[in-house]
């Protein structure tokens, strides 16, 4: 019996359907940072004045860190404060020491731009959608208060030690180590059951913070949380279909591989104008009509069964403290 059983989990690893959902889905935590395909080209070179990989400031044990929040409107450097009016925001912390008077700043965000890590390239001599969805840390010296006071937030709510700040550094790296892939979308049903958590730039600073919390930051009068931005999905249960393998492989299923494919083929960048107003068409078609959506999370295929309002963005606030 016992050796049915060892068959049995060794099976269920290597075939998909195989799968024991717990919900929310824990995102996959890895041993150390993969190369991402070759295929992946950045607009915009990421962390440009960032220190090297691995690499945070020492404090003083006796130092006084102050903690800042940052906010600015997403892709504030080619529209402006526009998206702010829609409360899209970028979030990220800056860190300043009373002693020495240094500024720095701790961000997570794509690799490859947004865009690239919401949606796959289906390129016509790839078999399966190939995905540029590696996000990363960047912490870099300075804070550059015009950036964030201007069309978003730099307030100061916390201290730390310089031990505490010493040690917040080692859990930065380890988060950065073992938490590569950007997840664009929260996904829940519409009476809170909540089936998927992003990883995205908020959910990281709200990581930071849940961290700071445990080693015993001081928090100043007033200051216990922050709002964030939400793109919500809304499913009923979702349904596991297999990874890139069991999919999209010699063995695969190929009618559930086009009908991916399919779907996909209508979030590409850079279509001409007639085929962007089709693929625009498409995608309300399979989202609104069909009520269907696929989701890729932990480099694996879902099916959402789509419900209204199908599609929601908010501005939700959370507490700087992990909830018990």
């Not at 890139?244 to 001409?272: K, V």
């Amino acid at each position: 019996m016992a050796v049915c059983v060892r068959v049995l989990v060794v099976l269920c690893v290597f075939l998909s359907p195989c799968v024991s959902t717990s919900w929310p889905v824990p995102y996959r935590r890895y041993q150390s940072r993969s190369l991402s395909n070759s295929y992946c080209k950045a607009q915009y070179a990421f962390c440009p004045t960032g220190f090297k990989a691995g690499y945070i400031p020492t404090m003083a044990d006796n130092d006084t860190i102050q903690v800042f929040v940052l906010k600015a409107p997403v892709w504030e450097f080619k529209f402006g404060d526009l998206l702010s009016n829609f409360k899209i925001m970028h979030d990220a912390i800056g860190f300043r020491s009373k002693s020495t008077g240094l500024n720095y700043t701790t961000e997570w965000y794509e690799l490859f731009q947004l865009f690239n890590c919401t949606f796959p390239h289906t390129v016509s001599d790839h078999p399966d959608p190939l995905w540029c969805n590696q996000g990363a840390a960047c912490l870099y010296p300075g804070i550059d208060d015009n950036h964030w006071r201007q069309n978003g937030t730099l307030e100061e709510v916390a201290l730390l030690s310089g031990t505490q700040f010493n040690q917040l550094a080692k859990y930065i790296l380890q988060d950065n180590t073992t938490g590569l892939f950007y997840e664009t979308w929260r996904v829940s049903d519409t009476n809170g059951s909540l089936w998927f958590h992003p990883f995205d730039c908020a959910s990281y600073v709200v990581r930071v913070f849940q961290e700071m919390s445990r080693l015993g930051a001081n928090y100043l009068p007033g200051k216990s949380g922050a709002n964030y931005t939400y793109i919500t999905l809304y499913s009923d249960a979702p349904r596991y279909l297999g990874n890139d393998t069991t999919i999209f492989g010699a063995q695969g299923n190929q009618t559930l591989a086009a009908e991916i494919m399919t779907f996909y083929s209508y979030f590409q960048a850079h279509q001409p104008t007639p085929k962007f107003v089709e693929s625009l068409l498409e995608i309300f078609d399979f989202l609104y009509l069909k009520d269907e959506f696929y989701l890729y999370y932990n480099a694996g295929y879902w099916h959402l069964p789509m419900k209204k309002p199908h599609v929601k963005l908010s501005y939700e606030y959370e507490p700087f403290k992990a909830p018990n």
